[in-house]
Nanobody
Framework: QVQLVESGGGLVQPGGSLRLSCTAS???????????MGWYRQTPGKERDLVAR???????EYGDFVRGRFTISRDNAKNTVYLQMNNLKIEDTARYYC?????????WGKGTLVTVSS
């Protein structure tokens, strides 16, 4: 079965940068390459919102709040998707979840916590 494991979260100061990684296991790279991959974030009591996603053809989409600051990329040979986060703001504090195959019927990781604080 497909498993997604996120890493790279932690504590960072406002204006700082962080790079998240998500590695998928349980599938070969040729299959992984067909998945749309995405990053979503959630704080307690709130909806899980789109941060960034990328299709099999590397067409990208970003949430309004992070557009221009975050960059999603993927390395299909490593079954990995990345999220480069720059100019982090306090409002970016959330648990960030990796998604494979879309939000309906796809796969989710358990998330990695990002805390932006001075």
């Amino acid at each position: 079965q497909v498993q997604l494991v996120e890493s790279g979260g932690g504590l960072v100061q406002p204006g700082g940068s962080l790079r998240l990684s998500c590695t998928a296991s349980g599938l070969v790279s040729s299959v992984y390459a067909r998945y749309a991959m995405g990053w979503y974030r959630q704080t307690p009591g709130k909806e899980r919102d789109l941060v960034a996603r990328t299709t099999r053809n590397r067409i990208t989409e970003y949430g309004d709040f992070v557009r221009g600051r975050f960059t999603i990329s993927r390395d299909n040979a490593k079954n990995t998707v990345y999220l480069q986060m720059n100019n982090l703001k306090i409002e970016d504090t959330a648990r960030y979840y990796c998604n494979a195959g879309g939000t309906a019927g796809g796969h989710w990781g358990k998330g990695t916590l990002v805390t932006v604080s001075s």
